[in-house]
Protein backbone atom coordinates (compact mmCIF):
# COMPACT_ATOMS: atom_id res chain seq x y z
CA UNK A 1 0.00 0.00 0.00
CA UNK A 2 1.63 3.01 -0.88
CA UNK A 3 0.29 7.03 -0.22
CA UNK A 4 -1.32 8.57 -3.55
CA UNK A 5 -2.31 12.31 -3.28
CA UNK A 6 -2.40 14.09 0.18
CA UNK A 7 -5.73 15.02 1.01
CA UNK A 8 -5.66 16.99 4.29
CA UNK A 9 -2.91 17.92 7.15
CA UNK A 10 -3.94 18.20 10.36
CA UNK A 11 -2.24 19.86 13.62
CA UNK A 12 -0.51 16.31 14.30
CA UNK A 13 -1.52 14.35 11.34
CA UNK A 14 -1.12 14.46 7.40
CA UNK A 15 -3.90 12.05 5.75
CA UNK A 16 -2.86 10.39 2.00
CA UNK A 17 -5.31 9.03 -0.61
CA UNK A 18 -4.50 5.57 -1.50
CA UNK A 19 -5.17 3.03 -4.69
CA UNK A 20 -8.19 1.91 -2.65
CA UNK A 21 -10.96 4.49 -2.63
CA UNK A 22 -11.94 2.96 0.82
CA UNK A 23 -8.30 3.39 2.65
CA UNK A 24 -6.41 6.40 3.61
CA UNK A 25 -2.80 6.39 5.06
CA UNK A 26 -2.51 8.75 8.40
CA UNK A 27 1.88 9.85 8.59
CA UNK A 28 1.69 10.68 12.51
CA UNK A 29 4.38 14.20 12.89
CA UNK A 30 6.03 15.60 15.86
CA UNK A 31 3.90 18.48 15.81
CA UNK A 32 1.87 19.59 18.65
CA UNK A 33 -0.50 22.70 19.38
CA UNK A 34 -2.90 23.98 22.27
CA UNK A 35 -5.11 25.97 22.97
CA UNK A 36 -7.09 25.85 19.23
CA UNK A 37 -3.88 26.22 17.46
CA UNK A 38 -2.57 29.46 19.56
CA UNK A 39 0.32 27.56 20.93
CA UNK A 40 3.00 25.95 18.09
CA UNK A 41 5.59 23.54 19.07
CA UNK A 42 7.19 19.95 18.11
CA UNK A 43 7.38 17.26 20.78
CA UNK A 44 10.52 15.12 19.47
CA UNK A 45 9.51 11.17 19.09
CA UNK A 46 5.76 11.99 19.09
CA UNK A 47 4.42 10.96 16.09
CA UNK A 48 5.67 7.56 16.22
CA UNK A 49 4.29 7.35 19.70
CA UNK A 50 0.91 8.13 19.09
CA UNK A 51 1.11 5.93 15.70
CA UNK A 52 1.83 3.49 17.83
CA UNK A 53 0.14 3.76 21.08
CA UNK A 54 -3.22 4.35 19.09
CA UNK A 55 -2.69 1.05 16.99
CA UNK A 56 -1.91 -1.42 19.59
CA UNK A 57 -4.87 0.51 21.73
CA UNK A 58 -7.36 0.31 18.74
CA UNK A 59 -6.56 -3.66 17.75
CA UNK A 60 -7.19 -4.44 21.70
CA UNK A 61 -10.55 -2.13 21.70
CA UNK A 62 -11.59 -4.43 18.51
CA UNK A 63 -10.76 -7.39 19.59
CA UNK A 64 -11.07 -7.41 23.87
CA UNK A 65 -14.17 -4.65 23.78
CA UNK A 66 -16.05 -5.18 20.85
CA UNK A 67 -15.37 -1.58 19.64
CA UNK A 68 -15.14 -1.38 15.74
CA UNK A 69 -12.24 0.87 14.63
CA UNK A 70 -10.54 2.60 11.80
CA UNK A 71 -7.22 0.60 12.21
CA UNK A 72 -6.07 -1.53 9.71
CA UNK A 73 -2.66 -1.62 9.08
CA UNK A 74 0.69 -0.15 10.86
CA UNK A 75 3.09 0.34 7.13
CA UNK A 76 5.86 1.90 9.34
CA UNK A 77 6.79 3.72 12.69
CA UNK A 78 4.72 6.71 11.48
CA UNK A 79 2.63 5.64 8.91
CA UNK A 80 -0.90 3.70 9.06
CA UNK A 81 -3.49 2.51 6.83
CA UNK A 82 -7.43 3.33 7.95
CA UNK A 83 -10.64 3.08 6.79
CA UNK A 84 -11.78 5.98 4.95
CA UNK A 85 -14.76 7.44 7.26
CA UNK A 86 -16.85 10.60 7.30
CA UNK A 87 -16.03 11.78 10.62
CA UNK A 88 -18.61 13.04 13.08
CA UNK A 89 -18.10 16.40 13.63
CA UNK A 90 -17.91 15.79 17.66
CA UNK A 91 -15.31 15.22 20.13
CA UNK A 92 -16.23 13.15 22.43
CA UNK A 93 -14.82 13.53 26.14
CA UNK A 94 -14.94 10.78 28.75
CA UNK A 95 -13.75 11.77 32.32
CA UNK A 96 -13.11 9.41 35.30
CA UNK A 97 -11.53 12.37 37.69
CA UNK A 98 -11.51 16.32 37.56
CA UNK A 99 -9.15 17.70 35.27
CA UNK A 100 -8.88 20.15 32.72
CA UNK A 101 -12.05 22.40 31.48
CA UNK A 102 -14.33 20.62 33.85
CA UNK A 103 -12.47 21.80 36.37
CA UNK A 104 -11.86 24.79 35.08
CA UNK A 105 -15.80 25.44 34.24
CA UNK A 106 -16.98 23.84 37.54
CA UNK A 107 -14.48 25.23 40.10
CA UNK A 108 -13.45 21.61 41.45
CA UNK A 109 -10.02 20.98 42.30
CA UNK A 110 -8.32 18.63 39.35
CA UNK A 111 -7.80 15.03 40.91
CA UNK A 112 -11.40 14.86 43.00
CA UNK A 113 -12.79 11.09 41.66
CA UNK A 114 -15.91 10.75 40.15
CA UNK A 115 -18.87 8.15 41.13
CA UNK A 116 -19.17 7.97 37.74
CA UNK A 117 -17.72 8.38 34.39
CA UNK A 118 -19.11 11.75 32.89
CA UNK A 119 -19.57 12.04 28.97
CA UNK A 120 -19.37 15.25 27.21
CA UNK A 121 -19.80 16.46 23.41
CA UNK A 122 -17.94 19.12 22.14
CA UNK A 123 -18.63 20.32 18.17
CA UNK A 124 -15.81 19.75 16.22
CA UNK A 125 -15.14 23.07 14.68
CA UNK A 126 -12.28 25.18 15.07
CA UNK A 127 -13.72 28.67 14.06
CA UNK A 128 -15.89 28.05 16.81
CA UNK A 129 -13.12 26.98 19.07
CA UNK A 130 -14.89 23.69 19.38
CA UNK A 131 -17.84 24.89 21.69
CA UNK A 132 -19.38 21.94 24.42
CA UNK A 133 -23.12 20.69 23.06
CA UNK A 134 -25.65 18.48 24.37
CA UNK A 135 -27.12 15.55 22.56
CA UNK A 136 -29.93 17.86 21.62
CA UNK A 137 -28.15 20.13 20.20
CA UNK A 138 -26.06 17.63 18.10
CA UNK A 139 -29.40 16.41 17.05
CA UNK A 140 -30.65 20.06 16.03
CA UNK A 141 -26.97 20.55 14.01
CA UNK A 142 -27.49 17.04 12.17
CA UNK A 143 -23.97 16.31 13.58
CA UNK A 144 -25.37 12.68 14.16
CA UNK A 145 -28.75 10.49 14.10
CA UNK A 146 -30.25 9.78 17.48
CA UNK A 147 -29.32 5.51 17.04
CA UNK A 148 -25.76 7.21 16.24
CA UNK A 149 -25.29 9.50 18.83
CA UNK A 150 -26.67 6.17 21.56
CA UNK A 151 -23.75 3.97 19.67
CA UNK A 152 -21.14 6.12 20.30
CA UNK A 153 -22.14 6.72 24.23
CA UNK A 154 -21.93 2.82 23.98
CA UNK A 155 -18.93 2.39 22.56
CA UNK A 156 -17.08 5.59 24.49
CA UNK A 157 -18.04 4.09 27.89
CA UNK A 158 -17.06 0.60 26.50
CA UNK A 159 -13.48 2.24 25.57
CA UNK A 160 -13.21 3.89 29.54
CA UNK A 161 -14.02 0.50 30.82
CA UNK A 162 -11.32 -1.26 28.91
CA UNK A 163 -8.83 1.07 28.76
CA UNK A 164 -8.89 2.54 32.69
CA UNK A 165 -8.67 -1.40 33.59
CA UNK A 166 -5.66 -1.76 30.93
CA UNK A 167 -3.74 1.24 32.20
CA UNK A 168 -4.73 0.50 36.06
CA UNK A 169 -2.66 -2.93 35.57
CA UNK A 170 0.34 -0.32 34.33
CA UNK A 171 0.78 1.59 37.43
CA UNK A 172 -1.59 4.65 35.34
CA UNK A 173 -4.28 6.33 36.03
CA UNK A 174 -6.28 7.12 32.93
CA UNK A 175 -8.14 11.02 34.49
CA UNK A 176 -10.23 11.55 31.10
CA UNK A 177 -9.93 11.06 27.10
CA UNK A 178 -11.28 12.57 23.92
CA UNK A 179 -12.23 10.29 20.87
CA UNK A 180 -13.42 10.56 17.53
CA UNK A 181 -16.06 8.33 15.66
CA UNK A 182 -16.69 7.99 11.47
CA UNK A 183 -18.74 6.56 9.44
CA UNK A 184 -17.50 4.07 6.86
CA UNK A 185 -19.41 3.99 3.28
CA UNK A 186 -22.18 1.35 4.64
CA UNK A 187 -22.87 4.17 7.87
CA UNK A 188 -21.06 1.75 10.36
CA UNK A 189 -19.90 3.83 13.27
CA UNK A 190 -16.33 3.12 14.32
CA UNK A 191 -13.57 4.49 16.20
CA UNK A 192 -11.48 6.83 14.38
CA UNK A 193 -8.69 9.56 15.24
CA UNK A 194 -6.16 8.08 17.40
CA UNK A 195 -6.02 7.58 21.44
CA UNK A 196 -2.84 9.14 22.77
CA UNK A 197 -1.13 10.90 25.30
CA UNK A 198 -2.41 14.04 23.27
CA UNK A 199 -6.04 12.90 23.25
CA UNK A 200 -5.46 11.11 27.34
CA UNK A 201 -4.83 12.56 30.47
CA UNK A 202 -2.38 9.56 32.05
CA UNK A 203 -1.21 9.92 35.98
CA UNK A 204 1.38 7.60 37.55
CA UNK A 205 -0.44 5.69 39.73
CA UNK A 206 1.88 6.41 42.75
CA UNK A 207 3.40 9.93 42.01
CA UNK A 208 0.44 11.56 40.03
CA UNK A 209 2.86 12.66 38.11
CA UNK A 210 1.54 14.13 34.24
CA UNK A 211 2.55 11.52 31.58
CA UNK A 212 0.46 13.16 28.84
CA UNK A 213 0.58 16.84 26.44
CA UNK A 214 -0.57 18.76 29.61
CA UNK A 215 3.18 19.02 30.27
CA UNK A 216 3.52 20.64 26.84
CA UNK A 217 -0.50 22.47 27.49
CA UNK A 218 1.12 23.79 30.75
CA UNK A 219 5.16 24.14 29.97
CA UNK A 220 6.02 21.34 32.67
CA UNK A 221 9.10 20.19 30.86
CA UNK A 222 10.26 17.23 30.69
CA UNK A 223 7.15 16.65 27.96
CA UNK A 224 9.14 14.04 25.68
CA UNK A 225 10.34 11.75 29.05
CA UNK A 226 7.00 11.75 29.46
CA UNK A 227 6.01 10.65 26.14
CA UNK A 228 8.78 8.00 26.53
CA UNK A 229 7.59 6.62 29.69
CA UNK A 230 3.95 6.31 29.06
CA UNK A 231 5.10 4.28 25.91
CA UNK A 232 7.49 1.87 28.12
CA UNK A 233 4.22 1.14 30.17
CA UNK A 234 2.81 -0.60 26.88
CA UNK A 235 2.39 -3.67 26.17
P1 LIG B 1 -10.18 19.33 28.55
O1 LIG B 1 -10.16 19.08 30.02
O2 LIG B 1 -9.21 20.38 28.10
O3 LIG B 1 -11.57 19.58 28.04
O4 LIG B 1 -9.68 17.99 27.84
C1 LIG B 1 -10.33 16.76 28.05
C2 LIG B 1 -9.57 15.64 27.34
O5 LIG B 1 -9.62 15.79 25.95
C3 LIG B 1 -8.08 15.57 27.70
O6 LIG B 1 -7.72 14.20 27.86
C4 LIG B 1 -7.38 16.16 26.51
C5 LIG B 1 -8.31 15.86 25.37
N1 LIG B 1 -8.35 16.92 24.36
C6 LIG B 1 -8.05 16.62 23.04
O7 LIG B 1 -7.73 15.48 22.72
N2 LIG B 1 -8.12 17.62 22.12
C7 LIG B 1 -8.47 18.90 22.43
O8 LIG B 1 -8.51 19.75 21.55
C8 LIG B 1 -8.78 19.19 23.81
C9 LIG B 1 -9.18 20.58 24.21
C10 LIG B 1 -8.72 18.17 24.72
N1 LIG C 1 -4.87 19.98 19.79
C1 LIG C 1 -5.68 21.05 20.25
C2 LIG C 1 -5.39 22.38 19.57
O1 LIG C 1 -4.36 22.71 19.09
C3 LIG C 1 -5.74 21.34 21.69
C4 LIG C 1 -5.21 20.45 22.77
O2 LIG C 1 -4.95 19.27 22.60
O3 LIG C 1 -5.07 21.00 23.86
O4 LIG C 1 -6.25 23.17 19.57
Given at each position: MEKREQLYEGKAKKVFLTDD?ELLIVSYKDD ?13 GKGVINNKMSNLLMQ ?9 THFVEELSDRDTVVKKV ?106 ADEIS?D ?32 M????
Amino acid sequence: MEKREQLYEGKAKKVFLTDDPELLIVSYKDDATAFNGLKKGTITGKGVINNKMSNLLMQKLDKEAGVPTHFVEELSDRDTVVKKVSIVPLEVIIRNIAAGSFSKNYGVEEGVVFDQPTIEFSYKNDDLGDPLINDYHALALKLATPEEIETIKKYAFAVNDYLKAYWKARGVILVDFKLEFGRLSDGTIVLADEISPDTCRFWDAETKEKLDKDRFRRDLGGVEDAYAEIMGRLS
